[in-house]
């Protein structure tokens, strides 16, 4: 097997590891939460007979651990079980999941955009006005928790002035019915990113200013644009790889939030429900579909990170 082979499966293995002991985590605290699938879901006028049967059919009166693996040997076929209302899992989730991955694309391509603009800009006049007033303002937006900028885009954006609808309404496919009922929600979710990703740009890109060949590129009097798109940006692109990788976990994250202010048809309500309803199979689908989706995009940033700049950054690990 090839050194880059073995790396990418050692690091395919980890990712693995730790979502199953996240999934593990998840059916313990959902074990713990008062009440159980059956109580939650039960209809007035149900004996104590009624409650038993009802548990015995969700599988409630076994043990976890055998519930919990019963669950994860399905994970391989795309089984994820089946909800305390008697769905499919995936059939619950194969609606308001591609919403969410719609809300959270946008919202990371405004944010990559953004901070690219944003830090790029600061970076061609370091030390200046420009790059200390960013880097004020990057930390004042990442710091901004995403239910406390959503209330103000409402207030701002919506309620004050009647600019956006703030609400989302669904269309006949289970779509928002009209692209202007994203713009709140991703906004939202792409405000504290566009700071986090502003910073790690600007931060990458200082980086490579103190090297030697763009200080020589600055000797040689080129033009502060060329030296930043030719010599700084190509060296800094696996840190901002990395940092994009993150900002997606960090939105998949925001979304449950997000989603549930704006009343998005997305997996956040799908995730508020299920955990009312202590619906375990529910609740372990959505880490699962959504911790798959945030570990093959960190992957991903770790295979370009060492495909340009070595394993040696990496501790010098093989």
């Known amino acids: 097997m090839l050194p880059g082979a073995g790396r990418a499966a050692r690091l395919v293995a980890r990712r693995l590891a ?3 002991a996240l999934l593990a985590a998840v059916f313990a605290a959902v074990t713990v939460l008062p009440g159980d699938a059956a109580n939650a879901t039960s209809e007035r ?11 015995a059919a969700l599988g409630l009166d076994r043990p976890l651990p055998e519930r919990f693996w ?30 969410t991955l719609l809300l959270g694309g946008i919202a ?16 061609l006049r370091p030390g200046g006005r420009l790059d200390r007033a960013t880097a004020v303002l990057a930390t ?28 989302t309404l669904t269309g006949p496919d289970g779509a928002p019915a009209s692209w202007e009922m994203l713009v709140l929600p991703a906004l939202a979710l792409a405000i504290p990113q566009i700071g986090w990703n502003t910073r790690i740009v600007r931060g990458a890109l200082a980086d490579q200013a ?48 997000v989603e549930t202010l704006f009343n998005y048809p997305g997996i956040g309500a799908v995730l508020s429900g299920a955990i ?4 375990t199979p529910l609740v372990a689908g959505v880490v699962a579909v959504t911790g798959a989706a945030i570990s093959t995009l960190l992957l991903l940033a770790d295979l370009i990170r060492d495909r340009v700049l070595g394993p040696a950054v990496r501790g010098g690990q093989p």
């Open 18 to 20: 730790l979502l199953t």
């Open 45 to 55: 006028g149900e004996t104590a007979a009624d409650m038993a049967v009802r548990r």
């Open 70 to 99: 019963d669950w994860m040997t399905g994970l391989p076929t795309g089984d994820l079980g089946t909800t305390a209302h008697g769905q499919p899992v995936t059939s619950v989730l194969s609606g308001p999941f591609p919403n």
């Open 108 to 123: 990371l391509a405004a944010s990559i955009l953004g901070a690219l603009t944003v830090g790029c800009w600061a970076a």
């Open 140 to 167: 004042a937006a990442f710091a901004l928790p995403e239910f406390v900028l959503s209330v103000v885009l409402l207030l701002g954006l919506s309620l004050w002035t009647g600019w956006l609808p703030a609400v």
């Open 210 to 257: 103190a090297l030697p060949h763009v200080r020589a590129a600055v000797l040689d009097g080129l033009p502060r644009r060329r030296v930043l798109t030719h010599h700084m940006l190509p060296g800094a692109l696996p840190a901002i790889a990395v940092a994009v990788a993150t900002s997606a976990g960090m939105l998949l994250g925001g979304a449950v939030v």
């Open 276 to 279: 009312t309803d202590r619906d």
